[in-house]
């Protein structure tokens, strides 16, 4: 159901019907990516993370949400080290010991959505890359207890981005979460950053994605010449998490 908002913003909220399709997509994303990190060590090559996917998610009477999207050519993201986002699973492409790995992963079952994301070490890591983990992971963890009604979408970004500075690390700008249900990507966006307070109001029936993208050092990013990879500027290591969250009158639960 599109309401539209004083401020002129449409919201999706979502029916009761529309939310248990909403759990199921849900629930095969978290399934897959669960699969698909269990298969990481060192060595393998990042096609093989995307045949794994692809393959588990089609067993799944679902379709990869990425594949096709905007012309993106794989099933899953996979980005390492100072990449942030969007790397294009390769042959060429290998994990090694030490990496950090970020896994993006969506399908689309019945016409609905699932979107999560997660950044896993490779062997053993730095003290710092745990470090990095930790902190993008525990700044999800705190952000979405705002995702109740009566809340705004600010509440959710300040408190991502406060947690992350006080921790010395820096949120990225130039992408945000989103809603998601039957597209991929709804409004509102869900930045990183912003002030407590501001923004979209959040009402029950929502389902936003939250996503934590958490560099070591300066958050701008550039574009590989693949068109798709980002990577940091400075080339420091970064991290992203990401989960779907409804909010609901007894507060926010996460559907991933
Ligand atoms: N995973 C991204 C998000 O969380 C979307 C990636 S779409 C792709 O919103 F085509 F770039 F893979
Ligand atoms: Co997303």
């Given at each position: 159901?599109?309401?539209?908002?004083?401020?002129?913003?449409?919201?999706?909220?979502?029916?009761?019907?529309e939310i248990n399709?909403?759990?199921?997509a849900?629930?095969?994303?978290?399934?897959?990516?669960?699969?698909v990190?269990?298969?990481?060590?060192p060595?393998?090559?990042?096609a093989?993370?995307?045949?794994?996917?692809?393959?588990?998610?089609?067993?799944?009477?679902s379709?990869?949400?990425?594949?096709?999207?905007?012309?993106?050519?794989?099933?899953?993201?996979?980005?390492?080290?100072?990449?942030?986002?969007?790397?294009?699973?390769?042959?060429?492409?290998?994990?090694?010991?030490?990496?950090?790995?970020?896994?993006?992963?969506?399908?689309n079952h019945?016409?609905?959505?699932?979107?999560?994301?997660?950044?896993?070490?490779?062997?053993?890591?730095?003290?710092?890359?745990?470090?990095?983990?930790?902190?993008?992971?525990r700044?999800?963890?705190?952000?979405?207890?705002?995702?109740?009604?009566?809340?705004?979408?600010g509440?959710?970004s300040f408190?991502?981005?406060s947690?992350?500075?006080?921790?010395?690390?820096?949120?990225?700008?130039?992408?945000?979460?989103?809603?998601?249900?039957?597209?991929l990507?709804?409004?509102p966006?869900?930045?990183?950053?912003?002030?407590?307070?501001?923004?979209?109001?959040?009402?029950?029936?929502?389902?936003?994605?939250?996503?934590?993208?958490?560099?070591?050092?300066?958050?701008?990013?550039?574009?590989l010449?693949?068109?798709?990879?980002?990577?940091?500027?400075?080339?420091?290591?970064?991290a992203?998490?990401?989960?779907?969250?409804l909010?609901t009158?007894?507060?926010?639960?996460?559907?991933?």
């Amino acid at each position: 159901m599109q309401l539209i908002t004083k401020s002129n913003n449409i919201m999706d909220i979502k029916t009761a019907r529309e939310i248990n399709d909403i759990r199921v997509a849900a629930k095969i994303s978290s399934e897959v990516l669960e699969i698909v990190l269990k298969k990481i060590h060192p060595g393998m090559s990042t096609a093989q993370l995307d045949e794994i996917a692809h393959k588990e998610i089609i067993s799944r009477k679902s379709k990869p949400a990425f594949l096709g999207y905007r012309g993106y050519p794989a099933s899953i993201c996979v980005s390492i080290n100072n990449e942030l986002v969007h790397g294009i699973p390769s042959e060429s492409k290998m994990l090694k010991e030490g990496d950090l790995v970020s896994v993006d992963l969506g399908v689309n079952h019945k016409g609905f959505y699932g979107d999560i994301a997660e950044t896993v070490p490779v062997g053993k890591i730095s003290m710092s890359a745990q470090k990095l983990m930790d902190v993008t992971y525990r700044s999800f963890q705190q952000a979405y207890k705002n995702a109740c009604c009566g809340k705004r979408i600010g509440d959710i970004s300040f408190s991502i981005q406060s947690y992350v500075e006080q921790n010395g690390f820096s949120v990225v700008r130039d992408y945000c979460g989103h809603g998601i249900g039957r597209e991929l990507h709804e409004k509102p966006e869900v930045p990183d950053f912003g002030r407590a307070g501001s923004g979209q109001e959040l009402i029950q029936g929502m389902v936003i994605a939250i996503e934590p993208m958490v560099c070591e050092g300066d958050w701008r990013l550039r574009i590989l010449s693949d068109g798709w990879t980002a990577v940091t500027l400075d080339n420091k290591l970064c991290a992203h998490y990401e989960r779907m969250v409804l909010i609901t009158e007894n507060g926010p639960e996460i559907l991933n």
